[in-house]
């Protein structure tokens, strides 16, 4: 594995050389049916079950690649009181109960991280804080071992992303102060919440929609929780490039909390196959694929047939596995609806998605990928390294519950280039 950390992304299939990830912990559990919505669940989720199915992904990623934990990596940071006093501030700007700062700034670094994540359990010490029917003053990051949507590596640097839920600010705030003080990471960050934006268009955009194609290309959704002012935000920075630079934007339904971001209906399996949704993705429909073009400050804007065209124009040819194959539309909602097109490269063809997706899984090993388990990768029976092309297949009966695949739970920070 390398020992080389410094942030370097310039593909979504390159060999990983680091991701980080967020073990599922209380912040999971203390939900209740009622402000379960507001935690932008559907449902709740076993913490339990959960837990193990999370631990299998993070297992099998700790065999092939440099695996961080966010919580560690905040604690480690936290050592420094000055980080520590700046965060806090931070923290307790929108806070309603005056206590926080004093208490956050007793703990010891350790305990801060937890409970920046886990939540701030309310003091019941005068009438309204007894009365009141919030149990957290400040509230648990439900939704943080999603950790692809706070921040986003692209080349070599970090978009600190704008949450489209303010439940979820405070994630893209713990990330951004750890890319930007985790020195290993040796990155420059940049920051999508824009306070004083000018325009009356909301500004949100979040990396379960950002996909990088190779070092001259970005993928990006309009979702419900992507905004064209947040893209406008990531193009602004792209001018400064001197190399020309290629975003495709690709709108997404919004009528269907499955379509919540691009790596729900495509993702990059290799140099040469991508995973697609078909009706989204290939059918012709209102949902606009549009082709920009930065070069030397100047923008071209362009509407394409749809995204494979889009990569063809540019010289990206790639071929289509079927996200529930291609016999039964109902069938393909389904396998999407649990993530079935949310797929994680950790090399190029070597994927990691969920087992439950029966379909997807069968179309992928028509098209040469060797289905393996993840317990058989774990207990040794099979080596990785005997295959040059395979998917791993991981237990997702409740993580999928949670809106989100194999993609959605890792934020990937190095790769290593790929020849294309």
């Given at each position: 594995?390398?020992?080389?950390?410094?942030?370097?992304?310039?593909?979504?299939?390159?060999?990983?050389?680091?991701?980080?990830?967020?073990?599922?912990?209380?912040?999971?559990?203390?939900?209740?049916?009622?402000?379960?919505?507001?935690?932008?669940?559907?449902?709740?989720?076993?913490?339990?079950?959960?837990?193990?199915?999370?631990?299998?992904?993070?297992?099998?990623?700790?065999?092939?690649?440099?695996?961080?934990?966010?919580?560690?990596?905040?604690?480690?940071?936290?050592?420094?009181?000055?980080?520590?006093?700046?965060?806090?501030?931070?923290?307790?700007?929108?806070?309603?109960?005056?206590?926080?700062?004093?208490?956050?700034?007793?703990?010891?670094?350790?305990?801060?991280?937890?409970?920046?994540?886990?939540?701030?359990?309310?003091?019941?010490?005068?009438?309204?804080?007894?009365?009141?029917?919030?149990?957290?003053?400040?509230?648990?990051?439900?939704?943080?071992?999603?950790?692809?949507?706070?921040?986003?590596?692209?080349?070599?640097?970090?978009?600190?992303?704008?949450?489209?839920?303010?439940?979820?600010?405070?994630?893209?705030?713990?990330?951004?102060?750890?890319?930007?003080?985790?020195?290993?990471?040796?990155?420059?960050?940049?920051?999508?919440?824009?306070?004083?934006?000018?325009?009356?268009?909301?500004?949100?955009?979040?990396?379960?929609?950002?996909?990088?194609?190779?070092?001259?290309?970005?993928?990006?959704?309009?979702?419900?929780?992507?905004?064209?002012?947040?893209?406008?935000?990531?193009?602004?920075?792209?001018?400064?490039?001197?190399?020309?630079?290629?975003?495709?934007?690709?709108?997404?339904?919004?009528?269907?909390?499955?379509?919540?971001?691009?790596?729900?209906?495509?993702?990059?399996?290799?140099?040469?196959?991508?995973?697609?949704?078909?009706?989204?993705?290939?059918?012709?429909?209102?949902?606009?694929?549009?082709?920009?073009?930065?070069?030397?400050?100047?923008?071209?804007?362009?509407?394409?047939?749809?995204?494979?065209?889009?990569?063809?124009?540019?010289?990206?040819?790639?071929?289509?596995?079927?996200?529930?194959?291609?016999?039964?539309?109902?069938?393909?909602?389904?396998?999407?609806?649990?993530?079935?097109?949310?797929?994680?490269?950790?090399?190029?063809?070597?994927?990691?998605?969920?087992?439950?997706?029966?379909?997807?899984?069968e179309e992928m090993h028509k098209n040469g990928y060797e289905v393996l388990k993840a317990s058989d990768v774990l207990n040794k029976s099979v080596q990785l390294e005997s295959y040059q092309k395979y998917v791993i297949t991981i237990e997702g009966s409740e993580l999928a519950r949670g809106?989100?695949?194999?993609?959605?739970?890792?934020?990937?920070?190095?790769?290593?280039?790929?020849?294309?």
């Amino acid at each position: 594995m390398s020992t080389n950390l410094k942030v370097k992304l310039n593909s979504e299939v390159g060999e990983l050389e680091g991701v980080i990830v967020h073990s599922l912990g209380s912040e999971v559990e203390n939900m209740t049916p009622e402000n379960a919505e507001r935690a932008l669940y559907s449902d709740i989720l076993n913490l339990s079950v959960a837990q193990s199915e999370y631990t299998q992904l993070k297992e099998v990623l700790k065999k092939v690649t440099n695996v961080f934990e966010v919580k560690d990596l905040l604690a480690a940071i936290l050592k420094k009181s000055k980080i520590k006093e700046e965060l806090i501030v931070k923290v307790c700007e929108d806070c309603n109960h005056d206590y926080v700062e004093g208490y956050l700034r007793e703990l010891d670094n350790t305990e801060l991280a937890r409970q920046l994540i886990e939540g701030v359990v309310l003091k019941r010490d005068n009438l309204s804080r007894f009365l009141s029917h919030q149990r957290f003053a400040l509230r648990p990051l439900h939704n943080f071992f999603f950790t692809r949507d706070s921040s986003m590596a692209m080349y070599d640097k970090v978009l600190a992303g704008k949450m489209a839920s303010k439940v979820r600010d405070r994630e893209s705030l713990i990330m951004e102060t750890i890319f930007n003080n985790y020195k290993d990471f040796d990155t420059e960050t940049f920051n999508a919440q824009c306070k004083n934006n000018p325009t009356k268009e909301k500004i949100s955009i979040e990396g379960g929609d950002v996909l990088v194609g190779r070092e001259d290309l970005l993928l990006i959704g309009i979702s419900n929780r992507t905004t064209a002012a947040g893209i406008d935000i990531v193009i602004n920075k792209l001018k400064e490039r001197k190399e020309k630079q290629h975003i495709i934007v690709q709108e997404l339904p919004t009528d269907r909390e499955s379509f919540i971001h691009l790596d729900m209906v495509f993702t990059f399996l290799s140099q040469e196959e991508c995973m697609v949704y078909e009706p989204v993705i290939m059918q012709p429909n209102r949902y606009k694929t549009i082709l920009i073009t930065t070069d030397n400050g100047n923008v071209s804007i362009n509407e394409e047939k749809n995204i494979l065209t889009a990569l063809s124009k540019i010289g990206m040819d790639l071929k289509p596995v079927y996200c529930g194959g291609r016999a039964d539309l109902w069938t393909q909602e389904r396998e999407q609806w649990h993530s079935g097109a949310n797929f994680f490269a950790i090399g190029p063809g070597k994927v990691i998605g969920y087992n439950r997706n029966v379909y997807t899984i069968e179309e992928m090993h028509k098209n040469g990928y060797e289905v393996l388990k993840a317990s058989d990768v774990l207990n040794k029976s099979v080596q990785l390294e005997s295959y040059q092309k395979y998917v791993i297949t991981i237990e997702g009966s409740e993580l999928a519950r949670g809106g989100g695949g194999a993609r959605c739970m890792t934020m990937p920070f190095r790769r290593k280039d790929v020849n294309w």
